[in-house]
């Protein structure tokens, strides 16, 4: 099944956002691409190899508030603002295969943080 997936304005319009290095940009909108329904992602360094961004992209979605770290050994991390920017159909939804990890956020207006 085909996974559709939303940007909202309200966060890529951010100045923060438009501040950020190109190559940190195009992560972000690939990285809200391949993410799972909770918005967690495990591959963020192999894309950003990919894309031609490096640590300091990450970094910087990180400093940022994009981007939270949600386990070292597992190299996983979450888009804090994936409520904000998708909103999945209860008969579309495919829970995360990493809830351990996901239980250990907190939510706040919509936005993921580590408790």
């Known amino acids: 099944m085909t996974k559709k997936r939303s940007f909202s304005p309200s966060i890529t319009e951010e100045i923060k956002f438009h ?3 190109l ?3 195009a992560l972000y909108f690939h990285l809200g691409m391949i993410a799972d329904d909770d918005g967690v992602v495990d591959r963020v360094h192999s894309l950003a190899n990919y ?3 490096d640590i300091n992209d990450i970094d910087a979605l990180i400093n940022r508030g994009y981007l ?3 386990s070292e050994s597992k ?3 979450v888009l804090t603002d994936w409520l904000i920017n998708n909103t ?3 008969d579309r ?3 995360t295969i990493h809830g351990e990890e996901l239980a250990k956020l ?3 207006n919509k936005r993921y943080y580590l408790r």
Request: glycine share 8%; no cysteine; hydrophobic share 40%.
């Open 93 to 95: 939804y495919k829970p």
């Open 51 to 53: 894309l031609g961004a």
């Open 19 to 21: 501040n950020l290095p």
């Open 88 to 90: 999945i159909r209860k």
């Open 75 to 77: 190299k996983l991390y």
């Open 23 to 25: 190559t940190a940009q």
């Open 68 to 70: 939270l770290k949600i």
């Open 106 to 108: 907190g939510l706040n």
